[in-house]
């Protein structure tokens, strides 16, 4: 079975921290059997055509000096920018045409297109181009998007287009379905364990604490930052490092500051992110919105407990292995983080939900549902 995965996110090298989940999909798709490609966007300095999980194409929209859209943080974000947004016609037209030759030259049976804009749109044509089903998985900041008035009907007209539409928790499911009117499948992403065995939880006090991802209004960080902060005043022995780049940056660097509890560490690969697990006694995941969180998988399967904000795909990936609080509240989320340590968890559950070779079986069962209709 020859499917094509369509992303305007990939992981730029091995190891990378740009989804590197979809690489882990489609490395573990190889294993099963599948027979992958992936075709996602160039950017100044790689390589047109590489090896990643599986077979990779790059697809250039623009001259390489203005190949802006693409690993800067969010695709739909760096749009509204000046020079985004004259790259944008170019980039979903480049994008739509190149999915359709990549769909007709590999003879594939299937296209998989990850997040409804722009990839979802790019694989309507692909799909149409090559006479097969198209797949369409929505992860979370696409949902969001779909959301919007003007948007809404274009998403509702590419996921309709779709043989099957999928989320990546059951929570973003439900939200999906209210655009669609349809029926919504979930199929999750990976999460490859570190083969080491967990690490014991580190002297307390003081509270170790981590967080990871794009410094991004949605990712709520500020509320983390204000929350530890006020313990700081309060003389609670605490330490937060948080992990990742992203435009809010200098202003996170700033709140932190006010306390002199908070480090701030750029993106890094997988150990360094699983050595900053181990260090930590607790994972911390204070999103505004999230589809599902992958990181909390990650802690989990390190055995640290994770306090997260009660939204999307976190409460039913954290559930009992940790602290649920409201979004956007830094004295709940400070109330809660007292509460720690917690004792090391196992969360084997929400650990094999996420077994790569589990998912990859029920990414081929649907693949071959929709073949077989």
Same mark, same amino acid.
């Given at each position: 079975?020859?499917?094509?995965?369509? /992303?305007?996110?990939?992981?730029?090298?091995?190891?990378?921290?740009?989804?590197?989940?979809?690489?882990?999909?489609?490395?573990?798709? /190889?294993?099963? +059997?599948?027979?992958?490609?992936?075709?996602?966007?160039?950017?100044?300095?790689?390589?047109?055509?590489?090896?990643?999980?599986?077979?990779?194409?790059?697809?250039?929209?623009?001259?390489?000096?203005?190949?802006?859209?693409?690993?800067?943080? +969010?695709? @739909?974000?760096? *749009?509204? /920018?000046?020079?985004?947004?004259?790259?944008?016609?170019?980039?979903?037209?480049?994008?739509?045409?190149?999915?359709?030759? *990549?769909?007709?030259?590999?003879?594939?049976?299937?296209?998989?297109? !990850?997040?409804?804009?722009?990839?979802?749109?790019?694989?309507?044509?692909?799909?149409?181009?090559?006479?097969?089903?198209?797949?369409?998985?929505?992860?979370?900041?696409?949902?969001?998007?779909?959301?919007?008035?003007?948007?809404?009907?274009?998403?509702?007209?590419?996921?309709?287009?779709?043989?099957?539409?999928?989320?990546?928790?059951?929570?973003?499911?439900?939200?999906?379905?209210?655009?669609?009117?349809?029926?919504?499948?979930?199929?999750?992403?990976?999460?490859?364990?570190?083969?080491?065995?967990?690490?014991?939880?580190?002297?307390?006090?003081?509270?170790?604490?981590?967080?990871?991802?794009?410094? @991004?209004?949605?990712?709520?960080?500020?509320?983390?930052?204000?929350?530890?902060?006020?313990?700081?005043?309060?003389?609670?022995?605490?330490?937060?490092?948080?992990? +990742?780049?992203?435009?809010?940056?200098?202003?996170?660097?700033?709140?932190?500051?006010?306390? +002199?509890?908070?480090?701030?560490?750029?993106?890094?690969?997988?150990?360094?992110?699983?050595?900053?697990?181990?260090?930590?006694?607790?994972?911390?995941?204070?999103?505004?919105?999230?589809?599902?969180?992958?990181?909390?998988?990650?802690?989990?399967?390190?055995?640290?407990?994770?306090?997260?904000?009660?939204?999307?795909?976190?409460?039913?990936?954290?559930?009992?292995?940790?602290?649920?609080?409201?979004?956007?509240?830094?004295?709940?989320?400070?109330?809660?983080?007292?509460?720690?340590?917690?004792?090391?968890?196992?969360?084997?559950?929400?650990?094999?939900?996420?077994?790569?070779?589990?998912?990859?079986?029920? !990414?081929?069962?649907?693949?071959?549902?929709?073949?077989?209709?």
């Amino acid at each position: 079975m020859k499917v094509l995965h369509l /992303t305007s996110s990939f992981p730029r090298w091995e190891g990378d921290h740009q989804a590197p989940y979809l690489a882990e999909l489609v490395a573990a798709q /190889t294993r099963a +059997g599948i027979s992958p490609s992936v075709l996602a966007p160039h950017a100044p300095g790689l390589p047109e055509d590489d090896v990643i999980g599986a077979p990779v194409h790059r697809f250039r929209y623009a001259p390489e000096g203005l190949q802006v859209l693409a690993y800067q943080g +969010g695709l @739909m974000r760096t *749009a509204t /920018t000046p020079v985004g947004a004259a790259a944008l016609p170019g980039f979903l037209a480049a994008f739509a045409a190149a999915a359709g030759r *990549a769909a007709r030259r590999q003879r594939v049976d299937l296209v998989h297109a !990850h997040w409804w804009l722009p990839a979802g749109a790019a694989g309507v044509v692909a799909a149409r181009a090559a006479g097969v089903p198209l797949v369409v998985t929505c992860h979370g900041s696409d949902v969001h998007l779909a959301g919007r008035p003007r948007l809404r009907p274009v998403a509702r007209a590419v996921l309709r287009r779709a043989a099957l539409v999928a989320a990546v928790s059951d929570a973003l499911a439900s939200e999906v379905a209210g655009v669609t009117g349809g029926a919504v499948e979930v199929l999750r992403m990976p999460v490859v364990p570190d083969p080491a065995p967990p690490a014991a939880l580190p002297p307390h006090p003081p509270l170790r604490l981590f967080a990871c991802g794009r410094l @991004m209004p949605e990712k709520g960080f500020d509320v983390a930052i204000s929350a530890v902060n006020r313990l700081a005043a309060d003389g609670f022995a605490v330490r937060l490092v948080l992990m +990742g780049d992203g435009p809010l940056e200098a202003p996170l660097r700033a709140l932190a500051s006010a306390s +002199g509890a908070v480090e701030l560490v750029g993106a890094g690969g997988r150990p360094d992110l699983v050595r900053r697990i181990d260090e930590a006694h607790a994972l911390v995941v204070p999103s505004r919105r999230e589809g599902l969180g992958l990181i909390a998988v990650d802690a989990l399967a390190r055995g640290r407990p994770v306090v997260a904000s009660a939204v999307g795909g976190l409460v039913e990936t954290v559930g009992d292995d940790g602290v649920l609080v409201p979004p956007d509240d830094p004295d709940a989320l400070a109330a809660a983080l007292r509460r720690l340590p917690l004792p090391a968890v196992t969360a084997a559950a929400a650990v094999a939900a996420h077994d790569p070779a589990a998912v990859a079986e029920a !990414h081929a069962a649907a693949y071959r549902r929709v073949l077989g209709r």
